[in-house]
């Protein structure tokens, strides 16, 4: 019995050493790529002109990218992320002073990327940059509402009013690092940590790092 169980795990290390074989000989070049995300943000807390002030909790968010591989080693792509971290604000106002808000802001960020995979093979550190823009909702209106009226075919009349908030959209670049591997069957994991400067208005500028991990395909 012991010669078939030699057999038996020669035939696995075989089996084995032939699938590594197999992904350390994997290509990227000329393949598109497409990921889903989950990004887990730090907190951060940006001070402001005349004692105004940001503290933005931690947060879940969710990502998708894509890219193109020029080389094996190069690849160029565009990746799209959206949070819905909470906030504490103070705004210093001219009618009330200093005035706190407790609320859920909205950032969606859109980016052009370039990634250097250090090495060829199926696993490989890698190094990224990317510029692009970032957009933010405060979700906190910035006027009295405008209300809007229609006929409903189930309902009726109905009126509803609309807030305008305080948002913003602003330029934004990022640099990270991280590692990858190619499993096989065009199926990919990778994990990195981030770091995205927002170059808003009003001396406000957020600076937010997060890791994020993705599970992709190669086409």
């Not at 799209?80 to 009330?96: C, G, I, M």
Request: aromatic share 14%; net charge negative.
């Amino acid at each position: 019995m012991a010669l078939p169980k030699a057999l038996l795990m020669a035939s696995l290390c075989a089996t084995l050493g032939l699938s590594m074989a197999s992904l350390a000989e994997s290509r990227r070049e000329g393949h598109w790529e497409t990921s889903v995300q989950v990004i887990f943000t730090d907190s951060e807390k940006v001070s402001g002109d005349n004692q105004s002030a940001i503290d933005i909790d931690n947060d879940v968010g969710v990502g998708f990218g894509v890219a193109y591989h020029l080389t094996n080693n190069f690849a160029l792509g565009f990746d799209f992320s959206y949070l819905e971290p909470d906030y504490k604000a103070v705004f210093n106002t001219d009618q009330r002073g200093l005035v706190s808000v407790d609320h859920e802001m909205e950032v969606n960020t859109g980016q052009f990327s370039g990634i250097w995979h250090v090495l060829d093979g199926a696993f490989t550190p890698f190094l990224r940059a990317g510029l692009g823009w970032t957009y933010i909702d405060s979700n906190v209106s910035d006027g009295p509402p405008v209300t809007g009226c229609w006929w409903d075919p189930w309902y009726g009349y109905i009126c509803q009013n609309f807030y305008d908030t305080y948002d913003d959209t602003s330029f934004s670049y990022s640099f990270g690092a991280g590692i990858r591997f190619d499993l096989g069957g065009g199926l990919l994991l990778k994990g990195s940590i981030n770091h995205i400067e927002i170059d808003a208005d009003n001396s406000f500028n957020p600076g937010i790092s997060n890791a994020r991990f993705e599970m992709g395909w190669t086409f």
